[in-house]
């Protein structure tokens, strides 16, 4: 009887670690590539977050590959003018202050 407890302890043990770092992965975005993406450093004027959204303003939008931005992970994308509207998540803040840093 004890063993069976043992090994449905283990078996719960290892879904747990399975999930977390499911979870992690998501949330671990690549900001380099993303920078890449959205057209290089040299190419991004001003950036914004309003919650899980990060705005940013470009010089030349048609350089920003959004399908490449989707695949890496963003919940969607919204292009008006120069600007790209991009659902990230908590990832959003994090970002701005990586992008920030670049300039």
Same mark, same amino acid.
């Given at each position: 009887?004890?063993?069976?407890?043992i090994?449905?302890? /283990?078996?719960?043990?290892?879904?747990?670690?399975?999930?977390?770092?499911?979870?992690?992965?998501?949330a671990?975005?690549?900001?380099?590539k993303?920078?890449?993406?959205?057209?290089?450093?040299e190419?991004?004027?001003?950036?914004?977050?309003?919650?899980?959204?990060?705005?940013?303003?470009?010089?030349?939008?048609?350089?920003?590959?959004?399908?490449? /931005?989707?695949?890496?992970?963003a919940?969607?994308?919204?292009?008006?003018?120069?600007?790209?509207? /991009?659902?990230?998540?908590?990832?959003s803040?994090?970002?701005?202050?990586?992008?920030?840093?670049?300039?």
């Amino acid at each position: 009887m004890k063993m069976q407890y043992i090994i449905i302890g /283990i078996i719960l043990i290892i879904i747990l670690l399975a999930i977390l770092k499911a979870t992690k992965k998501d949330a671990n975005l690549d900001f380099n590539k993303l920078v890449e993406l959205l057209g290089g450093k040299e190419n991004i004027i001003e950036t914004e977050i309003n919650l899980s959204r990060f705005k940013v303003t470009l010089k030349d939008v048609s350089k920003a590959n959004k399908e490449g /931005i989707q695949k890496l992970g963003a919940k969607g994308i919204v292009e008006i003018d120069n600007q790209l509207k /991009i659902i990230l998540g908590p990832d959003s803040k994090q970002l701005k202050k990586y992008i920030d840093g670049l300039k």
